[in-house]
């Protein structure tokens, strides 16, 4: 077979978006194809080697890190095949959402759910459990109907809906093997109702299981010391307008980027004058309602660098988790909001939402202050309640005690024993959490 690949870099530093993890891969290749992946798969293992496809650098642990090669899928691009009697479209997984949204829309579908951004690959997205929130609605891995992955024998093989192994392979974490291609169950194109208005935390809390039922979508943001919170509620349908191009910028650019940027950094300068910044982003939440196609109210820009945890724990769990970590908050200079989240159960072996009704917590700090105590403190809190780490996102967890969390964790050992005998695809973070 023919190596057909393009060599990319060589000896070239790679760090993710948050500057959490670093190195400097010995290749960066961009094949063409399968094939191409394929060869590129058998060689390593031939020379005992390691390889990994990284998708946009957009997760905070290390789990794209590939210090042997480093494959970018963005130079396989074949046409998208849309199914319009199924709704079910394959794209090649390199793809990134901010492209795959509007193609979709293009056709008259879209994902069913999406989180905060569309910067992400598809596979990136998938392979770590990406998720938005809706209580009634799964992560986008949930939406995986068809996978075409090489696997670490370079064999190329394609999954079904039919096959069981897709609940494996569709949430992989990059350790089954190199994913080219997905098959994603689409629904038709809606637009959202974006609802955004603070209320009195006591209220939100009290409330939170209704308002989680009553909204298609339920993002809640709280500033530590905060004694009020902004509740997002996206709904579908209704009627309402865009926000105008001026209004979006200034909202989405201007005050949540810029001007928050800037008091990050005054923060980060002045630490006395982080309680007080804080308590003013507090403030400053203010209401607005549009209404847009979906992933236009989804996906807004993130700008500002940070640091984030989050855990999914059984949505029981929300009060009491939810008074912990609001301690650990408080007494702390946090200049960044916690993020509350529900998602449905699904049956992927490795979901965080696996088997049960998940209420998210999301930590976070901007980039360069301190975050490692709080994170700490607040991870032995979703330890307690049984929490699963986003495996996208910073944490201490190893394969030992993740196993007892996740039911289906042997089943994906034994998959990835078989998969990747050779461990091609392993890197130091695998190690830790897969063993
Ligand atoms: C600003 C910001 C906002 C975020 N918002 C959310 C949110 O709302 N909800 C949420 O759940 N998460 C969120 N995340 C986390 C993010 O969605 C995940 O970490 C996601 O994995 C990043 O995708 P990526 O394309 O950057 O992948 P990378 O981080 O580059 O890679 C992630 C994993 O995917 C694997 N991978 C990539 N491509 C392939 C492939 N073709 N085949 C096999 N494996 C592959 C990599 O090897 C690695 O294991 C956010 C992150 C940031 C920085």
New binding site residues.
């Given amino acids: 077979m023919r190596s057909i690949h393009f060599l990319v870099r060589e000896g070239t530093r790679w760090t993710?978006?948050?500057g959490t993890a670093k190195t400097t891969p010995r290749r960066v290749l961009s094949p063409t194809g399968p094939d191409d992946i394929a060869k590129l798969v058998s060689e390593a293992a031939g020379r005992g080697g390691r390889l990994?496809?990284?998708?946009?650098?957009?997760?905070?642990t290390g789990?794209?890190v590939a210090d042997d090669i480093l494959l970018r899928?963005d130079g396989y691009r074949p046409e998208p095949v849309v199914d319009r009697e199924t709704s079910r479209v394959t794209v090649p997984?390199?793809i990134t959402l901010r492209e795959l949204n509007p193609l979709l829309a293009h056709h008259g579908l879209a994902l069913p759910n999406l989180?905060?951004?569309d910067?992400?690959?598809l596979?990136?997205?998938t392979?770590?459990?990406?998720?938005?929130t809706g209580a009634k609605l799964n992560?986008i891995a949930a939406a995986i109907v068809g996978a075409r992955l090489v696997d670490g024998t370079g064999t190329v093989r394609d999954f079904g809906p039919e096959d069981p192994e897709l609940a494996a392979v569709a949430l992989?974490?990059?350790a089954l093997?190199?994913?080219?291609d997905l098959t994603i169950q689409c629904v038709p194109a809606f637009r959202l109702l974006a609802e955004e208005h603070p209320m009195p935390l006591d209220a939100a809390i009290a409330e939170f299981d209704t308002l989680a039922a009553t909204n298609d979508h339920l993002d809640l943001y709280w500033f530590p010391r905060a004694d009020r919170v902004l509740v997002k509620r996206n709904n579908r349908a209704g009627a309402g307008r865009p926000l105008s191009g001026i209004k979006r910028w200034w909202e989405d650019e201007v005050m949540s980027n810029a001007v928050y940027g800037t008091a990050c950094h005054i923060g980060k300068t002045f630490p006395a004058t982080v309680p007080a910044i804080t308590s003013m982003s507090a403030r400053l939440m203010s209401s607005r309602t549009f209404m847009d196609e979906s992933y236009r109210v989804f996906c807004t820009p993130?700008r500002v660098r940070f640091v984030?945890m989050?855990y999914a724990l059984p949505r029981a769990a929300f009060a009491p988790a939810f008074a912990a970590l609001r301690g650990a908050a408080n007494k702390r200079r946090i200049i960044f909001p916690v993020e509350i989240r529900v998602t449905a159960p699904d049956d992927l072996w490795l979901s965080t939402a696996h088997g049960r009704d998940s209420v998210y917590f999301a930590v976070h700090q901007f980039r360069g202050m301190p975050y490692r105590d709080y994170f700490a403190e607040v991870e032995a809190v979703m330890r307690e309640h049984d929490g699963r780490p986003?495996w996208?996102?910073l944490h201490t967890r190893t394969a030992a005690d993740l196993a007892g969390v996740y039911p289906r964790f042997a089943d994906f050992q034994r998959l990835r024993d078989r998969l990747d005998p050779q461990r091609v695809f392993a890197n130091s973070y695998l190690d830790r959490v897969l063993g």
């Avoid at 496809?53 to 997760?59: E, I, L, M, T």
């Avoid at 093997?177 to 080219?180: N, W």
Wanted: charged share 15%; no cysteine.
């Fill in positions: 993710n978006w948050a990994k496809a990284a998708g946009s650098g957009h997760s905070f789990i794209a899928l997984a390199g989180g905060d951004i910067a992400q690959t596979a990136g997205a392979s770590t459990g990406t998720h938005g992560g992989g974490l990059g093997g190199v994913v080219t993130r984030e989050e986003h996208g996102k």
